[in-house]
């Protein structure tokens, strides 16, 4: 969708609009969330969340060491402001797809990043718990039917409450699911599943 700005062009937008007016540094997004941290506050008054998010426009780093090259970005860090840490999104886990409007393409420390403010709106949904058992269930199928582009199969949690794009959410979530199995950022050793925990608890006693 031509609306929305790839995570792979916000470098290009920020070193052609940095002398110019903030307006033509606001962008809108759809992307997928790797991993965030807890809101913290920040002076006397706001609070900040970071969110690293990537999409399917983002490279992997190569694993090869006698590449003598800087790695392309495989992601991006969102920053966002806000007065209450309860007017933040709900974001449960890596893989929720993220939708941000006016979000600032911006420079911090070299790196360039994205920030949301007080006028930006972000959305964040997920499959339901049902579609992702479908998934999670026919995951040897070249394409699992669950979830749909339905607004019956996803949940999403923004102040706002507004339209998304399904089409585009379940190909970024699914796009993640794949992403993540094959390139996971935790290791092994300490990777387990729900099923785990009891039995982990009683050794660990």
């Given at each position: 969708?031509?609306?929305?700005?790839?995570?792979?062009?916000?470098?290009?937008?920020?070193?052609?609009?940095?002398?110019?007016?903030?307006?033509?540094?606001?962008?809108?997004?759809?992307?997928?969330?790797?991993?965030?941290?807890a809101p913290r506050q920040i002076r006397q008054r706001g609070w900040m969340l970071s969110i690293s998010i990537f999409d399917d426009t983002l490279q992997l780093?190569?694993?090869?060491?006698?590449?003598?090259?800087?790695?392309?970005?495989?992601?991006?860090?969102?920053?966002?402001?806000?007065?209450?840490?309860?007017?933040?999104?709900?974001?449960?886990?890596?893989?929720?797809?993220?939708?941000?409007?006016?979000?600032?393409?911006?420079?911090?420390?070299?790196?360039?990043?994205?920030?949301?403010?007080?006028?930006?709106?972000?959305?964040?949904?997920?499959?339901?718990?049902?579609?992702?058992?479908?998934?999670?269930?026919?995951?040897?199928?070249?394409?699992?039917?669950?979830?749909?582009?339905?607004?019956?199969?996803?949940?999403?949690?923004?102040?706002?409450?507004?339209?998304?794009?399904?089409?585009?959410?379940?190909?970024?979530?699914?796009?993640?699911?794949?992403?993540?199995?094959?390139?996971?950022?935790?290791?092994?050793?300490?990777?387990?599943?729900?099923?785990?925990?009891?039995?982990?608890?009683?050794?660990?006693?």
């Open positions: 969708d031509n609306r929305y700005t790839v995570l792979s062009d916000i470098g290009e937008i920020y070193h052609r609009n940095k002398d110019d007016a903030r307006k033509k540094r606001e962008v809108d997004i759809y992307a997928t969330v790797l991993n965030f941290g780093p190569s694993t090869d060491v006698s590449i003598d090259a800087p790695n392309p970005i495989s992601q991006v860090k969102l920053v966002m402001f806000a007065d209450n840490p309860d007017d933040f999104p709900l974001f449960f886990c890596a893989g929720d797809v993220l939708r941000g409007h006016r979000v600032l393409v911006d420079e911090y420390e070299g790196s360039i990043q994205l920030t949301a403010f007080a006028w930006s709106n972000v959305a964040v949904c997920r499959p339901s718990m049902e579609s992702v058992s479908f998934y999670n269930s026919h995951e040897g199928d070249d394409e699992p039917e669950n979830p749909k582009d339905s607004k019956n199969d996803w949940c999403f949690n923004s102040r706002l409450k507004p339209p998304l794009d399904f089409s585009r959410s379940n190909q970024l979530w699914r796009f993640a699911q794949n992403r993540m199995a094959m390139c996971p950022n935790v290791h092994p050793k300490y990777m387990f599943t729900n099923a785990d925990i009891e039995g982990r608890g009683r050794k660990d006693v």
